[in-house]
């Protein structure tokens, strides 16, 4: 039997209203996670990659990808939910414009990945945030090098590498813990 996120399975029987609301709050909480910041320059260190991976590992792959899609779109339609007081097509001129793109990277395969059945242990919630962080760095990073040039977007790259381990022990710790407790609820 195929392994399907606990959000994945609800999906399939819930209103639209419910999976609207999971996506209400699933922009929400990556909105406020947009505004948890350390000032830092050119890319302030904030909580959404976190938020992203977090949320596609309890989501899965389309409620997570629709989720961030929402959150993007709000952005797009000038709402402040950006890091900043960045909105609407200006938001990916700026040096961080490259991570909103990864954010919907990311969504699309840790929520793969937690469809296929990670997630569940300590080991495999810690690949989640490894290779989600991977994947959304990419145009992160290329963006980030157009932007500020090669050599301060490896710099500032090098110095996200502390927060990033604190946000994977995190996510790993949490995860399974949410995953074995919505588990024992159903």
Not at 160 to 179: D, E, H
Request: net charge positive.
């Amino acid at each position: 039997m195929q392994h399907q996120s606990v959000f994945q399975a609800l999906t399939r029987s819930q209103t639209w209203v419910q999976y609207g609301a999971a996506l209400l709050f699933g922009s929400v909480f990556l909105a406020i996670s947009a505004k948890i910041n350390i000032p830092f320059w050119p890319v302030p260190i904030t909580m959404q990659s976190f938020a992203v991976i977090f949320l596609s590992a309890l989501y899965g792959r389309n409620l997570a990808v629709a989720t961030v899609a929402v959150y993007i779109l709000e952005g797009l339609l000038d709402m402040p939910v950006f890091q900043g007081m960045k909105v609407g097509i200006a938001a990916f001129l700026f040096p961080t414009g490259g991570y909103i793109v990864g954010f919907l990277c990311a969504a699309f395969v840790v929520g793969s990945l937690v469809d296929r059945g990670w997630g569940k242990t300590l080991l495999s919630a810690a690949g989640l945030f490894v290779i989600g962080a991977a994947v959304l760095d990419i145009p992160g990073i290329a963006w980030l090098i157009r932007c500020v040039g090669t050599e301060q977007a490896i710099q500032c790259w090098i110095s996200y590498q502390i927060p990033f381990l604190l946000k994977t022990g995190l996510g790993a710790a949490l995860i399974p813990l949410v995953k074995n407790r919505q588990k024992q609820g159903s």
